[in-house]
């Protein structure tokens, strides 16, 4: 390893190269991965139709793609036995036909490759329902670059992003404070739910962020400045990752 990509400590958090060939690579999946909007917002929209609620404006709905679908209905002040209702008329649609609805992003599968190629440890992080992602990156011929997939799991209370990320480093037996990790996503909660984990991100700006948004997580992520990447395309993110 070089110098260079010697992990320190800044500020009381690591600051790492995450082109180091030891650092783990943790992947969200919705906006980083796959483009997913169709199938996620029209199945919202089915579930919204099916439980009675008005649809949202435009402007809605790029913010659901990413977060836990009941956080999504929360801010449509739909909670309780409703949102309960919500979520399974979503998925209703979704685990039938809303998977499907779904794309690479262009560069995306290439750049796994590679990074498995070089022998990298790659682990997914995502709030979708566990089950349903490994499904979509089965159909899609990615599995097999992953040391795991983990995501969200009613059975046991997972679905903050925070929580996902702390499974995913306890599947692998990665320990933040002893070696080197990051996060790749499109979203906020990405940035915020590694962060809790003590795990900098890397934010691409392909998938769903409103604007500014990945720059204000940065910012209250407590990571060092130099642990604050923003990509706007793969090559910029191979770039940062060494591939």
């Not at 010697?6 to 190269?17: F, K, L, N």
């Not at 009675?52 to 801010?75: Q, T």
């Not at 739910?193 to 910012?219: D, F, M, N, R």
């Amino acid at each position: 390893m070089s110098p260079s990509a010697v992990p320190r400590v800044v500020d009381g958090r690591r600051s790492i190269d995450p082109a180091a060939a030891d650092t783990v690579v943790l992947f969200d999946l919705d906006g980083t991965v796959t483009d997913s909007f169709v199938g996620i917002t029209t199945s919202f929209r089915h579930a919204l139709i099916e439980i009675g609620e008005p649809l949202p404006p435009d402007d809605f709905w790029p913010s659901i793609v990413g977060p836990p679908l009941i956080d999504s209905l929360a801010l449509l002040g739909i909670t309780g036995d409703r949102a309960a209702a919500g979520v399974r008329a979503y998925r209703a649609r979704y685990d039938v036909i809303g998977w499907r609805e779904n794309a690479v992003f262009p560069g995306v599968a290439e750049l796994l490759a590679d990074l498995a190629a070089a022998g990298r440890t790659l682990a997914i992080a995502t709030s979708k329902n566990e089950v349903i992602a490994r499904r979509i990156l089965e159909h899609f011929g990615l599995a097999h670059r992953f040391a795991h997939i983990c995501g969200a799991d009613d059975a046991v209370g997972r679905s903050a992003k925070g929580d996902v990320v702390a499974e995913a480093l306890r599947r692998l037996g990665a320990n933040p404070t002893e070696r080197p990790i990051v996060m790749v996503g499109d979203r906020s909660h990405d940035v915020d739910g590694a962060a809790s984990c003590q795990v900098p991100t890397i934010g691409v700006k392909w998938g769903y962020a409103h604007a500014g948004e990945l720059e204000a997580a940065q910012h209250r992520s407590g990571s060092p400045e130099d642990n604050r990447w923003i990509v706007t395309t793969v090559t910029q993110l191979r770039k940062v990752l060494g591939v």
